[in-house]
């Protein structure tokens, strides 16, 4: 039994001290209404794929529907009302899939996203309408694709509830996901408000609005607290399994 001890100790050490994969979450409020977050956060890049009009970034904009959400900000295709060279611009955060979409691509494959959203509308005529609706697409690396609706429609007024729409993989196989919002081809359409999304696996800690190593001249100025890494901590393990070893070895010559 004793020879097994120092195995023992390294298991302990490794299960208690070794956390899983954190999750990274974004609530795009440590930043100014209107800047560019293409690049600003770390484990992950976001895109407009819609392919015209070319340069079109995604902007961290004022919430309008504060209901439910504490939130500042959320992310959104419209640039503020002004904005010199912007594609789209508006004074409000909604937007709809006709002007795009939104693409959230992981550095490293992701096991759990999840991302909050709020249907509005510009007309009451669309309440109760479910197959007008906020969505995320969640794309695998393997080249397939699902999709998760908000299937709870707008009941009064012109905006609906906050809700969060999520998915787990595991096979922890998730590249990235696109969120927009259906709308339809009369002038009526739905809109979509998005906020605080939540990543694991695809940047390796756990923090809150950490910003890129690139932006801001600092890895973790967004205010974020990161864990340190299963490495780090296996490697302090192995430390303390070895002197307890060696301890056990010098009180037994002794």
Same mark, same amino acid.
């Given at each position: 039994?004793?020879?097994?001890?120092?195995?023992?100790?390294?298991? =302990?050490?490794?299960?208690? =001290?070794?956390?899983?994969?954190?999750?990274?979450?974004?609530?795009?409020?440590?930043?100014?209404?209107?800047?560019?977050?293409?690049?600003?956060?770390?484990?992950?890049?976001?895109?407009?794929?819609?392919?015209?009009?070319?340069?079109?970034?995604?902007?961290?904009?004022?919430?309008?529907?504060?209901?439910?959400?504490?939130?500042?900000?959320?992310?959104?295709?419209?640039?503020?009302?002004?904005?010199?060279?912007?594609?789209?611009?508006?004074?409000?955060?909604?937007?709809?899939?006709?002007?795009?979409?939104? %693409?959230?691509?992981?550095?490293?494959?992701?096991? =759990?996203?999840?991302?909050?959203?709020?249907?509005?509308?510009?007309?009451?005529?669309?309440?109760?309408?479910?197959?007008?609706?906020?969505?995320?697409?969640?794309?695998?690396?393997?080249?397939?694709?699902?999709?998760?609706? %908000?299937?709870?429609?707008?009941?009064?007024?012109? *905006?609906?509830?906050?809700?969060?729409?999520?998915?787990?993989?595991?096979?922890?196989?998730?590249?990235?996901?696109?969120?927009?919002?259906?709308?339809?081809?009369?002038?009526?359409?739905?809109?979509?408000?998005? %906020?605080?999304?939540?990543?694991?696996?695809?940047?390796?800690?756990?923090?809150? %609005?950490?910003?890129?190593?690139?932006?801001?001249?600092?890895?973790?100025?967004?205010?974020?607290?990161? *864990?340190?890494?299963?490495?780090?901590?296996?490697?302090?393990?192995?430390?303390?399994?070895?002197?307890?070893?060696?301890?056990?070895?010098?009180?037994?010559?002794?």
């Amino acid at each position: 039994m004793k020879k097994f001890l120092p195995l023992l100790m390294f298991l =302990f050490v490794f299960v208690v =001290f070794v956390p899983a994969a954190g999750a990274s979450t974004i609530t795009f409020d440590t930043v100014t209404n209107g800047t560019v977050i293409d690049t600003l956060y770390a484990g992950v890049t976001f895109h407009n794929p819609l392919p015209t009009p070319a340069g079109s970034s995604v902007y961290a904009r004022t919430i309008s529907n504060t209901t439910g959400d504490s939130s500042a900000n959320g992310v959104s295709l419209f640039a503020p009302l002004g904005t010199v060279g912007a594609p789209f611009t508006n004074s409000t955060s909604p937007f709809s899939a006709q002007y795009g979409a939104v %693409d959230a691509i992981f550095a490293t494959n992701a096991s =759990f996203v999840s991302i909050d959203v709020s249907p509005s509308m510009n007309s009451g005529d669309l309440i109760g309408n479910t197959t007008l609706r906020p969505f995320m697409s969640v794309y695998f690396s393997d080249g397939t694709l699902t999709t998760v609706f %908000d299937n709870d429609p707008v009941t009064s007024g012109t *905006v609906g509830p906050w809700k969060t729409l999520s998915y787990t993989s595991a096979s922890a196989n998730i590249i990235k996901i696109r969120f927009s919002a259906q709308y339809s081809n009369t002038d009526k359409e739905l809109f979509g408000e998005f %906020d605080n999304l939540v990543f694991t696996g695809g940047n390796n800690g756990t923090a809150t %609005d950490q910003f890129a190593s690139t932006a801001g001249g600092g890895g973790n100025n967004g205010g974020g607290t990161t *864990v340190p890494e299963p490495s780090s901590l296996i490697l302090l393990g192995s430390g303390l399994v070895g002197i307890a070893s060696l301890r056990k070895r010098l009180t037994g010559r002794g």
